[in-house]
């Protein structure tokens, strides 16, 4: 069993900042990438960053300059810290990780968190 849990969420006013936490636990062998996306009401859910173990990272147009992931691989860990949020950033926040379990079956499988609700007040 993998999880993968957020946490961080909240209500901030336009201008305010969050930062957001995501924890993996279970049986994991290894994580390819985490990832942060969002799905605000009405809306597809989108990408926001996606960091590929540790080393490089994609940014969503929307988030240059923002927003900033960061990784810890030996903690099985990310962050999103937010900055200058703007109303349009309201949300539900969804961890992703794709990850291999075990030696014992090396696919590769995506798994997601419950989210987190991420509200921008103007």
């Known amino acids: 069993q993998v999880q993968l849990v957020e946490s961080g969420g909240g209500l901030v006013q336009e201008g305010g900042s969050l930062r957001l936490s995501c924890a993996a636990s279970?049986?994991?062998?290894?994580?390819?990438?985490m990832g942060w996306y969002r799905q605000a009401p009405g809306k597809e859910r989108e990408l926001v960053a996606t960091?590929?173990?540790?080393?490089?990272?994609y940014y969503a147009d929307f988030a240059k300059g923002r927003f900033t992931m960061s990784r810890d691989n030996a903690k099985k860990t990310a962050s999103l810290q937010m900055d200058s949020l703007k109303p349009e950033d309201t949300a539900v926040y969804y961890c992703?990780?794709?990850?291999?379990?075990?030696?014992?079956?090396?696919?590769?499988?995506?798994?997601w968190g419950q989210g987190t609700q991420v509200t921008v007040s103007s």
């Open positions: 279970g049986t994991i062998l290894t994580i390819n990438s």
């Open positions: 960091m590929m173990n540790g080393i490089s990272t």
């Open positions: 992703n990780a794709y990850l291999i379990q075990s030696n014992d079956d090396l696919t590769v499988r995506d798994y």
